[in-house]
């Protein structure tokens, strides 16, 4: 059986009192305010997982500038150690 009530039901829900902003109820127990707009619930959590994925995409573009920064730090190292090698023939 599931506990929670719907968003929508909270309203007619003894436990909470409407509140002169719509969207929102009291709980009268604690004193809390509780949104009721389910609407805007959905779209809050469209906007967290955006950004989560967005998160994600630029956690992905920063692994790959590491990278590539470390692979020029090496191909540095090997051509200053090409050129080390070149020197020493010369002399």
């Not at 590491?66 to 020197?87: P, S, T």
Request: hydrophobic share 30%.
């Amino acid at each position: 059986m599931n506990n929670r009530k719907n968003i929508i039901d909270m309203e007619e829900d003894p436990k909470y009192v409407k509140t002169d902003q719509p969207g929102l109820v009291r709980d009268t127990y604690s004193q809390a305010l509780v949104a009721t707009d389910q609407r805007a619930l959905m779209q809050y959590r469209e906007r967290v997982e955006q950004f989560k994925k967005n998160q994600d995409k630029i956690n992905s573009i920063n692994t790959v500038k590491d990278d590539l920064d470390g692979l020029k730090k090496e191909m540095n190292e090997i051509k200053n150690l090409l050129v080390q090698i070149v020197n020493s023939k010369e002399e």
